[in-house]
């Protein structure tokens, strides 16, 4: 089946400071999402990218869909935005796929 | 809120009993989803229902059974369960099967002694 693979594993940035998270799959996708985790454990969508360009806020992706990647951008950061980001990837198997996750803090 | 609820939000089980998870969705969809989240370990798909058909992740044991009685409600039975399944249990909607966006409930999170 396809793969997906995030990095970094764990981030820890000092509030204000910015940072870009990847996502690598293996295959052509028909669908891929972005999601933060909470610490509760609530999956929030962030972002429908199967292509192009997004921003919402403080957040923005691109999914370059040729070259099999994408990236969640997140500028001046709070320490709202900490917890685990996933990127969820739906292949020829026309199941969510989901990558091992970006953990990030925070820092007051 | 996503517009996806899942209750309880906290279960406690014994290996010899028989607990049922349910999910409601609130978006009108038609597709609903169950999936697994273990500790250090990616969500894995468990099943899932549409209008059209039924999915199942062949790994899933038989002691988790799914149903699915209308568009809106979603069901996960569990019984003689075992400690490795101690994990979040997620379910989430979308439009229809296999396109478009997913969304997910709170989770319930399950601790089998």
């Known amino acids: 089946g396809i793969q997906v693979e995030q990095s970094p594993p764990d981030l820890i940035l000092q509030e204000g400071a910015n940072s870009t998270l990847r996502c690598n799959f293996s295959?052509?996708?028909?669908?891929l999402q972005w999601f933060h985790q909470n610490p509760w454990g609530q999956l929030i969508n962030l972002f429908y990218?199967?292509?192009g360009t997004k921003q919402n806020g403080r957040l923005s992706a691109t999914t370059v869909a040729t070259e099999r990647y994408s990236l969640l951008y997140i500028s001046s950061s709070q320490t709202t935005d900490s917890g685990v980001y996933f990127c969820?990837?739906?292949?020829?198997?026309?199941?969510?796929?989901f990558g091992s996750g970006t953990q990030l803090t925070v820092l007051p | 809120e996503t517009g996806v609820t899942q209750t309880p939000r906290h279960l406690v089980m014994g290996m010899t009993n028989k607990k049922s998870l349910k999910c409601e969705q609130h978006?009108?969809?038609?597709?609903m989803y169950w999936y697994k989240q273990s500790a250090k370990k990616p969500l894995e798909l468990m099943f899932v229902?549409?209008?059209?058909?039924?999915?199942e992740n062949n790994s899933v044991p038989s002691r988790f059974s799914p149903e699915c009685p209308n568009s809106s409600h979603l069901f996960l039975h569990l019984h003689t369960l075992q400690p490795e399944d101690s994990a979040l249990y997620l379910c989430?909607?979308?439009?229809?099967?296999?396109?478009?966006?997913?969304?997910f409930g709170p989770g319930t999170r399950l601790t089998v002694l």
């Open positions: 989430a909607s979308s439009q229809v099967f296999s396109s478009g966006e997913q969304f």
């Open positions: 969820a990837v739906e292949g020829s198997a026309r199941q969510l796929t």
């Open positions: 229902y549409s209008l059209e058909e039924r999915v």
């Open positions: 978006l009108g969809h038609n597709a």
């Open positions: 990218i199967p292509s």
């Open positions: 295959d052509s996708v028909n669908n």
